[in-house]
């Protein structure tokens, strides 16, 4: 098990479904490398390593997992470029969590680095990971997947998403709602049209996990923006919404991709931002 911490009645714990390696170029869009690389390392090949964290948020009478990583299902052309960790079932049991205890998994747009255990092969079926829960997504992301466009075709597996559909038990939602009392999603689009954020709120304190509008803690410049972001001005745009917010209220920062850094207070430092660990 990774980081956790409490806030205010919840408690908050982050499990990784392990790392993947991203084109350092492609991770950091337009920002030289003699900048982004003074914040993260990367290999002869210009790899960085990128982590898959999930959060699972205890609230005492529900168990809610926001995100769920990369999976098992990968075709082999895309395990030959991004390798196949698989870690996060075995991480959850590692902190004493079984798949049906999860009663509430929140996707906050349908990549297949953030939906991968939504779902597993049995056999010639694909069904459930978390059999007892009710899972959430975007609806705009489903019926953009389903268009696999030439840009982004490739990001998304309608495996980790249709059969729940199907079935009934994944609810698609539009635009910003509560799940639950104290965990609510909200659009941030930029990385892909549709996608949502996770806030949690419990004894006045708040917490937030981003998804890919901040991927790492590398990324809290506001023009450090991801090649993979489909709409870059609004991820600008997005992020400065964030800030208002998040920087005054001094909100937890939730990343989904920082394999060092699982979460951080974002302050500003004179006309810079720094993101402090707890």
């Not at 337009?30 to 390593?49: E, G, L, T």
């Not at 997005?238 to 920082?258: G, Q």
Request: charge should be negative; include cysteine.
């Amino acid at each position: 098990m990774g980081a956790k911490l409490n806030l205010g009645n919840f408690e908050l714990s982050v499990f990784s479904d392990g790392t993947y390696p991203l084109d350092g170029g492609a991770f950091f869009g337009v920002v030289p490398k003699v900048m982004w690389s003074r914040k993260v390392q990367a290999d002869a090949q210009n790899f960085v390593r990128a982590g898959l964290n999930s959060l699972l948020i205890r609230t005492g009478k529900q168990n809610v997992l926001v995100e769920t990583g990369i999976g098992s299902k990968l075709p082999e052309k895309m395990v030959k470029v991004y390798g196949q960790p698989a870690k996060l079932l075995e991480n959850l049991a590692g902190g004493g969590v079984a798949p049906e205890d999860i009663d509430i998994v929140i996707n906050t747009h349908l990549h297949f680095d953030h939906c991968g255990w939504n779902t597993v092969r049995r056999g010639d079926k694909i069904v459930a990971t978390f059999p007892r829960a009710k899972y959430f997504a975007p609806r705009g992301e489903v019926e953009h997947g389903h268009k696999q466009l030439e840009r982004d075709a490739i990001s998304y597996i309608s495996e980790n998403y249709d059969p729940l559909v199907e079935s009934g038990q994944m609810e698609l939602v539009e635009g910003d709602r509560e799940i639950v009392p104290g965990i609510s999603v909200r659009g941030f689009p930029g990385h892909t049209k549709y996608m949502q954020a996770v806030v949690v709120e419990s004894g006045g304190k708040t917490a937030c996990y981003i998804s890919d509008l901040i991927p790492t803690s590398a990324h809290i410049d506001l023009t450090w923006v991801m090649s993979f972001d489909l709409y870059p001005l609004e991820t600008i745009a997005s992020r400065k919404r964030y800030y208002e917010r998040a920087l005054p209220e001094r909100w937890l920062t939730v990343f989904t991709h920082d394999d060092a850094v699982p979460w951080a207070y974002v302050e500003r430092e004179g006309n810079k931002l720094r993101a402090v660990a707890t």
